[in-house]
């Protein structure tokens, strides 16, 4: 028997400190099936306390009857630990398994007390007991010994293939199978009744989109997607952007394009920053408070469906928003967005043709479009949090004014005229709140008003308002599924000088949604849902439409 060996078994004392260790701290969570690959992943979720003294432990009492052994055991070789509870749970049972685990890293513990030369003698039936454990455990410890070794390979072949070693590649591809039908195509003005038929066909689109994040501190993160997809907008047959899906695509010729570009770090603790490049999103910036529903991708089938317009202001160009708090009950959002807007001659459109990259007249960072925003978040508790939200947007004149991104009727989006040249700001006011009235049931909802005027030509103004709620049943029928229903008015003008003798919005839309998100598995998910907007653009002569959809979304 070698030296080293022979040195084992002098502190085989620790072996029996092992058994304690594994049953009792090593492992904190419930192992139902005694697999290799459970016991690893249970061993890295838990945290433990070294202690140095029995007493430590609350419900460990002297009159127990293994107190004086477990006290042996700390003074003597410090090789057990508890829950940072400073609980023992000494009655808690073990696997094979689990033994073998704290069995193992006690061995670590006594090649160290070898390696300090601190072992003691220890008595025959020490001797005895390390062997028998040694003979009983050798499967055990050999499995674990060799998984450990596998992996280490493992990890070894993963970092010399791997793409990069601060950027990972997630990813996305939506099917889509969507059709549009009703009675006429809607009408923007009630003084002109709708006579054409709502011809539509059954359409099959996708949409894929690539997102490379990269970190080089750990807390910060650069974004680069790249977007493709062939999802037309359907108000094209329509006649109203109310219909339009929350994923439709511009281009929509499946040609791959990079339309998002942004850093975020952390300024300090408390101070988030986020620095956009290109098409930035308030609602990808900060909280839009609909959970279930915000995402494009796996949230509402509609464009509106998905959050308040307000969070549509700045859209598509460039700047920075910081959040003091993230993390915090309250926090508090600032951003200032310079956005882009498209230009469309002699029928071809160049995409984002002005904003913050053209140097010429009203363009640039600080002279072309642009939104300053603020919002006040509240969140006391998981189950309810709530918003006060402002943006001051101002357009330049260089395209048509459009408030809220093609949200909502026509006239709401461009009440002082659909031409180029008219100059103009807008005031948004909006409050959003949502609140779960249990894990598995949330309320959400939002409500709106804007005030706009011109700055250039005749003086005109208008007022619109907006409101929204939504219903997630979640776990509706299997666990990860959600049952969903959204109501709400989109974007209406109800009052300024640009409504006197206006034939438009003298009636009210309504918005209703119902979706059923069905999980397949973590990376699939498969959406059924149906789109009615009672009485499009806000006119009540109009007929009401109905768009049906199936959403397949992949993630990987």
Known sequence: MTKRFWNLFKVSPVVLAAAFFAANSALAAEVNETNVSQLSEAQDANNIDQVTSVSQFSDVQPT????????????????IAGYPNSTYRGNRALTRYEFAAGLNACLDRVNELIATATADLVSKQDLATLQRLQEEYAAELATLRGRVDGLEARTSEL??????TTTKLVGEAIFNVSD??????????????????????????????????SSFTGTDQLQIRLTAGNTISNSGVTGTNMTRLGYDTNPSDNSVSIDKINYAFNLKDAVRVKVDVSNSELYENVDVFNPDFRSSSTGAISRYGRFSPIYRQGQNGAGLTVTLNPKGPISLSGAYLAQSSNQTANGITTINAFGANNPGANNGLFNGDSTIFGQLSFKPNKAFNIGLTYAHTYLAGNAANNFFQSTGSAFANSPFGTGAGIRAESSNYGVEATFQFSPKLALSGWGGYTTASTLSGPSQNAEVWYYGATLALRDFGKEGNVLGVIFGQAPKVTGGSVTTNSPFDTGTSYHLEGLYKYKVSDNIQVTPGLLVIFNPENNNNNDTEYVGTLRTTFTF
Do not use: I, M
């Open 64 to 79: 127990d009857w293994a107190f004086q052994a477990l006290q042996s055991l700390v003074e003597r070789y410090g090789c």
């Open 159 to 164: 970092e010399a293939h791997q793409f990069s």
């Open 180 to 213: 549009a039908f009703g009675g006429n195509r809607a009408s923007t003005s009630s003084a002109v009744p709708s006579t054409n038929k709502l011809n539509s066909n059954t359409t099959f689109s996708d949409r894929v989109r690539l997102n490379l994040y």
